[in-house]
C-alpha cells in the first residue's frame, strides 16, 4: 500500500520561505506524475506545481516564486516556497501517480501572516 507523507509546513511572515517535502513510500516502482495542490479555506482545491520525468510546470500565481523539484528517480520531491504571501495560505498537498492509480497525502498546513 502506498503512503504519501507531507512535512515542512508551519507559519511564516509575509515575505518568507517554506520548504515542504513528499515521501512516497510503499511501491518499488517510480512514480509517473508528484504534483503540489493546495486547498484555502472556503476555496476548491488547486493545482499548484508538477514534476514528470525532468519537466516542470507551475500554476501562475507561483511561477519565479515555488520550485519543485525531484530526488533523482526517487519518490520524494521538494516544494520551495520563496517570497510568501497571505494568499499562499492553505493545506498543501502531495499527489503521487502510478499509471492510472493515484495517491494522496494528508496535506501540511502553511500559514503566511501579513
Known amino acids: 500500500q502506498v503512503q504519501v507523507v507531507e512535512s515542512g509546513g508551519g507559519l511564516?511572515?509575509?515575505?518568507?520561505?517554506?520548504r515542504l517535502s513528499?515521501?512516497?513510500s510503499g511501491s518499488t516502482r517510480?512514480?509517473?506524475?508528484i504534483g503540489w495542490y493546495r486547498?484555502?479555506?472556503g476555496k476548491q482545491r488547486e493545482w499548484v506545481a508538477w514534476v514528470v520525468s525532468g519537466f516542470t510546470n507551475y500554476i501562475d500565481s507561483v511561477?519565479?516564486?515555488f520550485t519543485i523539484s525531484r530526488d533523482n528517480d526517487k519518490n520524494t520531491v521538494y516544494l520551495q516556497m520563496n517570497s510568501l504571501q497571505p494568499e499562499d495560505t492553505a493545506v498543501?498537498?502531495?499527489?503521487v501517480r502510478f499509471g492510472s492509480s493515484e495517491y494522496w497525502g494528508r496535506g501540511t498546513q502553511v500559514?503566511?501572516?501579513s
Open 63 to 65: 511561477k519565479g516564486r
Open 22 to 24: 513528499c515521501v512516497a
Open 111 to 113: 500559514t503566511v501572516a
Open 92 to 95: 498543501y498537498y502531495c499527489n
Open 39 to 41: 486547498q484555502a479555506p
Open 12 to 18: 511564516v511572515q509575509a515575505g518568507g520561505s517554506l
Open 30 to 33: 517510480t512514480a509517473d506524475i
